[in-house]
């Protein structure tokens, strides 16, 4: 039983926590937004936004100045940082799962510093997903200083992703549900809370700042006859699908770049090739693009401007991410979705002359209908869309298109475009913690090292003898190099024994070995040996080293594998919900590396168990 000390310690600590880092994100967001201005100050002439900033510098400038920015911080992000490529939502999830919230204290700084010089330089790229991992970089960072346990680790990496996008949009319930909806898929009913508390601080810190400004100049929206639901249906499928084209685009660029081995830190300036030549067109399909959107939003866009917008930036933010740079997809998704939308508006004006519909009304509902498209997180997309409006009347249209948006991308392709960019990674987030344990545990610190190898020349009368005076089952058989060659177990050798032309002359463990053999590195992790195993019915594999298949380190035992995995989700059990302890190794230098956060086995488990 707790005490009562206890207890109070444990529901006034996070709630405390979750302020501090509520206002440290909300000030860090403030940061990136001025970082962003001041450094569109340096590359641009004087004007009135970033488009007019952009087209009154010379062609050349506008051309080169994104391909300049990838040629500098191509270096930083193949070698510093390589957490801070792409949104960075993706490597905010992937910390939850596999690292217990560990982010190193540079992605805070690196982020901020990238991102904004990559959207100063024109590149089309958002800010919410920066944001999104410079919140939870500073979460996880406080928790670090002060040695915190790996629960409030995590609960900080949430708490400081829900006030970075709350902060951004003044949006306390678009970041709650952000946080809820795409980075926890085991969320405690108690840490809601805290999320709510640090959303709705990091929005009262920039109301401070920016007081009277809105990020949308949202138009009045009214549903003129219940007929026109059928319309923003449609709108969802079509959305569904071209959210669909969006991740073809910017993983297809980043397979292509992979397969024509152009070095990492040269991709983003091949991908601000595109953008500078695609940004002398159509620069409206540059930056964050709060501009166009809010043009869009005004219905100041014919059908062909719309389609060539939709195009532009298809091609350009495809063309930024898929070729690493730092930068989110949030905003892009909403200017794609309010393109997409201002087409389906303006058709459906052609095609119904006489109906009062507004180009303006489906962009508004393409920006939803799109978010959750890509990111599977449609309760987000309409609640972001809601807090912008406060308009009840937009629900229903939302849900109506948002539901078969994310049905459509779920039934073609089944994840969202920041789980994608993890599988592309070889990891594999899942819905729930389960698998993600097994998956941070490595089959080295769980294997047999203590075996007995038989020769492949070995005679069967001296083979017999070897197993029946051994402990072992199962044995593996190696040539005179001492390379693998097959294994032998007990089955192998009673078949022998029980043929009756069997004459014992002649038999050597080659003849009875089986050499079609299933292994694993020992680098693997145990979801993957998991796997291995439930496919065929292996009491034990053999364990090679990472560099040479045929040099045996070990084996790892099905037996060995479940205890792991029992003892593991038994120690996170007993735990208390919130730890004053350090879980994490000392360095001089303050920096926690992901890689030394790994998971210390029960010391019976290291050896042979059974």
């Known amino acids: 039983m707790k005490s009562s000390k206890q207890n109070l310690i444990d529901s006034v600590v996070p709630l405390l926590l979750a302020l501090v880092i509520g206002g440290l994100a909300g000030l860090g967001a403030v940061f990136f937004r001025w970082l962003i201005g001041f450094e569109i100050g340096l590359f641009w002439p004087d004007g009135g936004g970033f488009i007019d900033q952009y087209q009154q510098a010379p062609w050349f400038l506008r051309f080169g100045a994104p391909v300049l920015a990838g040629l500098i911080l191509g270096p930083l992000l193949a070698t510093v940082a390589p957490e801070i490529k792409g949104p960075g939502v993706p ?360 075996f007995e190898p038989i020769r492949k020349h070995t005679p069967f009368h001296d083979l017999a003898g070897q197993v029946l005076s051994s402990s072992f089952p199962h044995f593996m058989v190696l040539d005179e190099k001492d390379r693998l060659v097959g294994v032998l177990t007990l089955r192998d050798i009673r078949a022998q024994l029980a043929d009756p032309e069997y004459d014992g002359e002649n038999v050597t463990a080659e003849d009875l070995m089986e050499k079609e053999m299933v292994t694993v590195r020992e680098d693997q992790n145990l979801e993957e040996a998991f796997h291995l195993f439930s496919r065929r019915s292996f009491s034990f594999l053999p364990v090679v080293a990472v560099n040479d298949p045929t040099h045996v380190v070990g084996c790892l035992k099905k037996d060995d594998l479940i205890t792991a995995y029992n003892q593991h989700v038994l120690r996170e059990q007993v735990q208390p919900s919130a730890r004053w302890i350090c879980t994490l190794p000392e360095k001089d230098s303050g920096e926690t590396d992901p890689k030394s956060a790994k998971t210390t086995p029960p010391s019976h488990l290291k050896g042979d168990s059974t």
């Not at 995590?154 to 829900?162: D, E, S, T, Y």
């Not at 930024?320 to 979705?337: E, Q």
């Not at 508004?364 to 959750?372: D, K, N, P, S």
Request: aromatic fraction near 8%; charge should be neutral; hydrophobic fraction near 50%.
């Open 91 to 450: 490597e905010v999830m992937a910390s939850l799962a596999l690292r217990d919230g560990i982010i190193r204290h540079r992605v805070t700084v690196a982020k901020s510093f990238a991102t904004a010089t990559f959207i100063a330089a024109g590149c089309s790229v958002g800010r919410e997903g920066p944001i999104v991992q410079i919140g939870s970089s500073i979460g996880s960072s406080l928790t670090q200083l002060f040695r915190l346990g790996p629960d409030y680790r995590r609960l900080a990496v949430a708490c400081g992703a829900a006030a970075g996008i709350a902060a951004t949009f003044q949006a306390p319930m678009a970041g709650t549900l952000f946080a809820v909806e795409i980075l926890l898929f085991d969320l405690e009913v108690a840490s809601l809370s805290n999320i709510v508390v640090a959303a709705v601080t990091g929005t009262v810190i920039s109301k401070l700042f920016w007081s009277n400004e809105t990020v949308f100049q949202i138009p009045f929206f009214t549903l003129h006859h219940p007929g026109e639901l059928l319309l923003y249906f449609a709108l969802g499928l079509a959305a569904g699908l071209f959210s669909l084209l969006f991740m073809a685009c910017v993983f297809g660029l980043t397979r292509l770049l992979q397969q024509l081995r152009v070095p990492d830190w040269l991709t983003p300036a091949v991908g601000g090739l595109v953008v500078g030549a695609v940004g002398l067109v159509r620069p409206e399909a540059l930056g964050v693009g709060y501009e166009t959107i809010n043009n869009l939003l005004h219905g100041n866009a014919v059908l062909t401007t719309a389609l060539l917008l939709l195009v532009a930036k298809l091609i350009t933010t495809s063309a930024c991410v898929g070729s690493g740079m730092s930068g989110g997809i949030f905003a892009p998704s909403l200017f794609l979705g309010a393109a997409l939308g201002s087409i389906f508006g303006c058709l459906a004006g052609i095609i119904w002359p006489d109906t009062p519909l507004s180009p303006a009304h489906y962009a508004l509902v393409g920006m939803g209908a799109v978010v959750a498209g890509t990111t599977l997180a449609p309760i987000t997309a309409i609640l972001t869309i809601f807090d912008l409006t406060y308009n009840y009347e937009i629900v229903l249209p939302l849900m109506t298109a948002c539901i078969p948006s994310i049905i459509m991308v779920r039934l073609l392709h089944g994840y969202s475009i920041y789980e994608t960019k993890l599988l592309m990674q070889g990891i594999r987030i899942v819905r729930g913690h389960d698998a993600n344990r097994m998956r941070e545990m490595k089959v080295k610190d769980f294997i047999c090292r203590d």
